[in-house]
Nanobody, 126 residues
């Protein structure tokens, strides 16, 4: 049974940083893409970033480039989203997700991911 557990969310002032973690377990395939999405109140879930688990290549939404960094620790089966220079508009629930479909691609829509975590709240105060 695949399980993704996010952690690291919280309350931070504008300009601050947070690092989110996504601990993965139960994955039976060795190659997959881990993505991060966020969903603000009343809005649709939006793509933030994705990383190829085996190769380490990453892809970012344009609005996140330069501020957010996605990474992974293969030994710990954990993905990370380092968020810097946070803005109030970054306030949202952040979800990690996994896509193991072949051929692998950096999916940017919810439907391209098969497994999801429960989300972690990030609140940025002005």
């Amino acid at each position: 049974q695949v399980q993704l557990v996010e952690s690291g969310g919280g309350l931070v002032q504008a300009g601050g940083s947070l690092r989110l973690s996504c601990a993965a377990s139960g994955l039976t395939f060795s190659k997959y893409v881990m993505g991060w999405f966020h969903q603000a109140p009343g809005k649709e879930r939006e793509f933030v970033a994705a990383i190829s688990w085996s190769g380490g290549g990453a892809y970012y939404a344009d609005s996140m480039k330069g501020r957010f960094i996605i990474s992974r620790d293969i030994a710990k089966n954990t993905g990370y989203l380092q968020m810097n220079s946070l803005k109030p508009e970054d306030t949202a629930v952040y979800y990690c997700a996994v896509n193991g479909r072949v051929p692998l691609r950096f999916g940017v829509t919810e439907s391209e991911y098969d497994y999801w975590g429960q989300g972690t709240q990030v609140t940025v105060s002005s």
